[in-house]
């Protein structure tokens, strides 16, 4: 027990220690664990703290990569809160928002109910089938999509024409585009959010089911009021991460639209990269501050709203 | 946990009180299934079609007409061989770093109290919550100042560290009993000895979820390779795809469009390739990984 007295002296060991010390946490500090965890904290302050200190004071500033860079206060910050592009680009995150992020959750959730059911025969072959997208390069699932949605000659208006239906200008029009961009992000993560709800429905207990059905609960009944709530914490946990994912879209317009037509996908992500190909970096730092601040609000408020019910 | 996690995957928790499945069960997940694997059987196969087929019929696939034609077209249009060379290259390294950077911290914060430790595990924590994009910018800049643009430490090393795997191998070696620890420590082996010869052998199922989906997440990495690196040379794969991408983006008409989407979708499918075949091969793994992530929630 008494770790300290009773440790027999050995030389240069830098963790000596009595034979059986009840619990580990009892023994005495030593350099391990500080050397342990170091490198972490190395790596974390040249590539994380430093250049994030460097980034709020660069948004102070109107630098464009060379030259001087002049103290200008808030000026960037004010700038793009009352520039329109910039309220387009969120703009356009939050149309894709709401094209991803419901269907996503309600889909998954379906998909997850039928996968559950323990009599299911092919479950595993299902859920690679499902998970198959979600570990796919998007760089050439984006490449996949500007051949099959292209006007004239994409397998998707092919598609269409065989059934009677006529040409959509899918990446051509600024109607289309945005859903375009948000099937092609459906397509790669709805796997995940998948998985994600099959794992809190499957730790939900059979015998609450069975308690629920012997009361006489209907499937429709334990549905919204068993599963729902439990399966609550998966999916807060989905829309944030899928929040942050959305308003941070990048790859995706970059690929497939370079943010056109007519700046209609141009997302917050991809805005902001347009501040680094124009060597406007002050702005563009004060823009990732704006945007980071923004899905912070979004997370909470989405985590607060889902929390708030029945509980 | 891990382990804990792959049970509640595999053994659903109710059974009496549900139904067989019926047939249109069925019928909606098959369909389901089959929109979600389609474009991927739709890309390798066009990828071995005449390019002017691709064109023509995109429905159509008879083996009788593979050709490899695309493939050899694009080998000869885009470094590609050397997007690969990189890949692989960061893949390792920057993986190997993880997977054992991360679990020798996750043990630091499971097994020791130290002074400092609370403080240390909330600064952890709160990178969790920073996004790449806030520091895009500034870190390109440090690259520079650095003159570490076009260089594999660029690709390398921001990152390669990562909170959330410290975090999700902490979690896993908690569930290590102490009294193992203990009974290395009996045995005369160091601190150091004992993480490396007792924990890692003992949490290999997480260490293998981490390494799968770690090495997956830098394989589909873009966004900090496409701003760190400019030059052919140190391109990984995904930049060399996109690159490839843009070009016929802003170049849709004249004669080579059919050509340049045959290599467009050979690029894909090469791409896609080794991730789709791990994943087969792994796919617990790969499950398990997707699963730990959830669990920070």
């Known amino acids: 027990m008494t770790s300290g007295t009773l440790t027999p002296p050995r030389k240069e060991r830098a963790a000596p220690d009595a034979p059986r010390p009840a619990r580990r946490s009892r023994r005495k500090p030593f350099l391990a664990p500080y050397l342990f965890v170091a490198p972490f904290y190395v790596v974390f302050a040249a590539f994380g703290l430093y250049p994030l200190v460097f980034a709020l004071q660069l948004s102070f500033t109107d630098w464009k990569g060379a030259g001087e860079a002049n103290f200008i206060g808030l000026e960037n910050y004010t700038y793009l809160l009352t520039s329109e592009e910039f309220w387009s680009s969120l703009g356009n995150s939050a149309v894709m928002w709401l094209l991803i992020v419901p269907l996503q959750i309600v889909g998954g959730l379906a998909a997850a109910v039928l996968l559950a059911n323990a009599k299911l025969r092919l479950r595993g072959m299902f859920r690679v089938a499902f998970i198959a997208p979600f570990v796919t390069p998007l760089v050439a699932m984006a490449q996949v999509w500007i051949v099959a949605f292209d006007t004239d000659y994409g397998l998707v208006n092919h598609l269409f024409n065989s ?149 | 946990m891990t382990s804990l996690m792959t049970s509640r995957t595999e053994k659903p928790g109710r059974s009496l009180s549900q139904p067989r499945p019926g047939p249109l069960q069925y019928l909606v997940l098959g369909l389901l299934a089959l929109v979600f694997v389609y474009p991927i059987w739709w890309a390798v196969s066009s990828s071995l079609k005449p390019p002017t087929d691709i064109v023509r019929d995109p429905l159509s696939f008879s083996l009788g007409s593979a050709t490899l034609d695309n493939y050899r077209a694009m080998f000869d249009d885009v470094p590609i061989g050397t997007g ?15 997977m054992f950077f991360c679990p020798l911290a996750g043990y630091a914060f499971a097994k020791y109290r130290f002074p400092g430790k609370n403080l240390l595990f909330g600064v952890l924590m709160l990178t969790l919550m920073l996004p790449t994009l806030v520091l895009v910018i500034p870190l390109l800049l440090e690259m520079s100042q650095l003159g570490w643009v076009n260089t594999y430490q660029a690709l390398i090393l921001p990152g390669s560290i990562d909170a959330f795997s410290i975090f999700w191998m902490r979690q896993t070696i908690a569930a290590v009993p102490d009294e193992l620890l203990d009974a290395g420590r009996v045995d005369g082996a160091s601190e150091f000895g004992i993480f490396a010869r007792i924990v890692m052998p003992v949490i290999r199922p997480g260490i293998a979820a981490l390494g799968v989906l770690t090495a997956m997440n830098i394989y589909n990495d873009f966004v900090w390779p496409v701003v760190a690196v400019n030059d052919e040379s140190h391109q990984t794969l995904q930049v060399v795809l996109s690159t490839l991408a843009q070009n016929v983006t802003g170049n849709r008409v004249g004669a080579d469009f059919a050509t340049v989407w045959g290599e467009l979708l050979a690029a894909g499918s090469i791409a896609m390739l080794p991730v789709l075949a791990l994943f087969v091969l792994l796919q617990r793994h790969f499950i398990n990984g997707i699963l730990a992530g959830s669990v920070k929630g």
Not at chain 1, 170 to 197: C, D, E, N, R, Y
Not at chain 1, 222 to 246: D, E, H, K
Not at chain 2, 85 to 90: A, E, I, K, R, S
């Open chain 2, 84 to 98: 690969f060379v990189n890949t692989v290259l960061v893949v390792a390294v920057k993986g190997a770093m993880t």
């Open chain 1, 163 to 311: 059934v009677g239906l006529p040409d959509v200008d899918w990446l051509q029009s600024t109607v289309w585009a945005k859903p375009t961009l948000a099937l092609l992000f459906l397509w790669k993560t709805t796997g995940f959010a998948i998985i994600i709800l099959l794992a809190g429905l499957q730790a939900v207990p059979g015998d609450v089911y069975e308690a629920a059905a012997l009361d006489g609960a209907s499937r429709k009944r334990q549905f919204w009021s068993l599963t729902l709530p439990l399966v609550r914490r998966s999916i807060a946990f989905l829309v944030v991460v899928q929040t942050l994912a959305v308003f941070q879209m990048f790859a995706e317009p970059f690929v497939v639209t370079q943010g056109g037509p007519y700046g209609s996908t141009t997302t917050g992500g991809l805005y902001l990269y347009n501040h680094i190909l124009a060597s406007d970096l002050g702005t563009g730092a004060a823009n990732s501050f704006l945007l980071v601040l923004l899905v912070f609000a979004l997370s909470l408020l989405s985590v607060r709203l889902l929390r708030s019910r029945d509980e």
